[in-house]
Nanobody, 128 residues
Framework: QVQLVESGGGLVQAGDSLRLSCVAS????????MGWFRQAPGKERDFVAA????????YYADSVKGRFTISRHNAKNTVFLQMNSPKPEDTAVYYC?????????????????????WGQGTQVTVSS
């Protein structure tokens, strides 16, 4: 059974930095792409960023491009989301997710339905 556990959320001031982590267990981590999604109160879940299984490709939502960086450490079964210059509109519960497609080599990562496993989420609140 796959488990994804996020950490690193909290309260941060706009312009500061925050790093989220997600540790995976239960499946060969290095064979699957990983993604970060977020959901603000009263809104739908949105794609934030994704990284290919090899780590060689990354993808971002336009709203975070240039501010957030996704990375992975396959030997530690961990994916990170470095959040630089966060804004109040980045406030949300952040979820990491593991792709369902083994060794996927395409570029379609923004659809949450393509992810088989999800973490419980970590709250990020950005104050102005």
């Amino acid at each position: 059974q796959v488990q994804l556990v996020e950490s690193g959320g909290g309260l941060v001031q706009a312009g500061d930095s925050l790093r989220l982590s997600c540790v995976a267990s239960g499946r060969t981590f290095s064979s699957y792409a990983m993604g970060w999604f977020r959901q603000a109160p009263g809104k739908e879940r949105d794609f934030v960023a994704a990284i290919s299984w090899s780590g060689g490709s990354t993808y971002y939502a336009d709203s975070v491009k240039g501010r957030f960086t996704i990375s992975r450490h396959n030997a530690k079964n961990t994916v990170f989301l470095q959040m630089n210059s966060p804004k109040p509109e980045d406030t949300a519960v952040y979820y990491c997710a593991q792709d369902s497609r083994l060794l996927y080599g395409g570029s379609r990562y923004s659809d949450g339905d393509e992810y088989a496993n999800w973490g419980q989420g970590t709250q990020v609140t950005v104050s102005s």
